[in-house]
DNA sequence: CTGATGTTAGTACCAACTACTAAATGAGGT
DNA sequence: ACCTCATTTAGTAGTTGGTACTAACATCAG
């Protein structure tokens, strides 16, 4: 028997439709080998909107990631700032930035929560790493939130010395001191 | 008056559609205060497609980057490796890596390339990144092919010594010495 | 005034539906 | 075997946002 029961059909149909937004009522139907009109008749009782609604949904919310992600030129909400002197931000750690065995944030997003902070924090056009000392001292793990502090110890000859510290639940996790190139506008070089 | 030109018009229309795709024929003979048929003969001569195909368009494009996305579980990709001894990645800037500005690749990038790969080579179930020197030597910049190599120096107790040197064309643009931290199985400790 | 260019109007048709009515088919319970 | 309720299928009318096509205006330039 090639067909399922009503129970069966309906959360294979959330299923295929959830992974497949793209499917339309017939090849649904097809799938399930039952007529167009019962797969209505459940996507009504499931809720489920029709194709064009599934779809514009997902392009809604993709436009809307896109700006997140161009907003994410900064790694962490920037919660307070003093230009030249200090900045704070807030970095919490999901999904994407997790080791999937261990739910551990990959080290780079540490970094770079501190590293964007530090270029932030210098009031100049243009501002690069130009190295670090970096410790871990503790992992940080899925749903945490971070918050790091920059404190600019010194700027000289276009090199800002920052140090940086982030913490959970005031436990120091990561600390971290930069070295920062900066230059005003007209200059440039190599 | 308030009507365009058809010139114009037309390039206005390229615009809007591409700055919000989610315009339907109707809002844009309102907006532009011309019959439909202007419009469709507009979106005709510019090859620009109907709403529900740009939706589609958009919704495709989305989904597929959401994959890519989660795929750069590693920054770069891994072209040659020795497990516990060395470890090769190419990493290739690209828009998103990079301030607007000046083109320039932001410093956690390289970091996370030369990361993760320090990550990648150690063969162990546990591998956390304890300390870091790094030295950003050169700017990378958009289009640039980053050559990663990283060395086992040593693994002692738990902690694996690595150093990284990361090349564009044959030029040092990063090093780094790291500290890993790493596991067997059954071992665990906060 | 005449043509070319541009703009509107209108028709037939399509995909992928909703909303509704009605008939056919099960599958159970007694 | 018969009745019943749930399930499934069929079919119609109407919707949105279009394509494709034909035909009738407008407008302006030479």
């Known amino acids: 028997m090639a067909k399922y ?3 069966e059909r309906q959360e294979l149909l959330i299923e295929k439709v959830s992974t497949d937004p793209f499917l339309t009522d017939e090849r649904l139907s097809e799938m399930f080998e039952v ?4 797969i ?9 909107p029709e194709l ?6 997902v392009a809604r919310e993709e436009t809307d990631k896109i700006r997140s992600l161009s907003l994410q030129e900064v790694v962490g909400e920037i919660i307070d700032i003093e230009l030249n002197h200090h900045a704070l931000s807030l970095f919490i750690v999901e999904e994407g930035h997790v ?16 590293n964007s902070l530090c270029v932030a924090v210098i009031d100049e056009p243009l501002a690069l790493t130009k190295s670090a000392q970096i410790e871990f ?11 790091s502090k920059a404190v600019v110890e010194k700027m000289e000859g276009r090199i800002a010395a920052i140090t940086v510290e ?5 436990r120091l996790v990561f600390k971290g001191r930069f070295e920062m190139y900066y230059t005003g506008e007209g200059e440039k070089n190599g």
């Open 40 to 48: 209505r008749l459940d996507r009504l009782e499931l809720n489920i």
């Open 166 to 170: 982030s913490k959970i639940e005031q």
């Open 137 to 147: 001292i503790k992992p940080a793990k899925l749903g945490d939130k971070v918050i």
């Open 5 to 7: 029961k009503k129970r």
């Open 99 to 114: 080791f999937r065995k261990n739910q551990i944030a990959r080290g780079h997003y540490l970094f770079a929560q501190a």
């Open 35 to 38: 007529s167009i009109q019962t």
């Open 52 to 57: 064009r609604e599934r779809i514009k949904h």
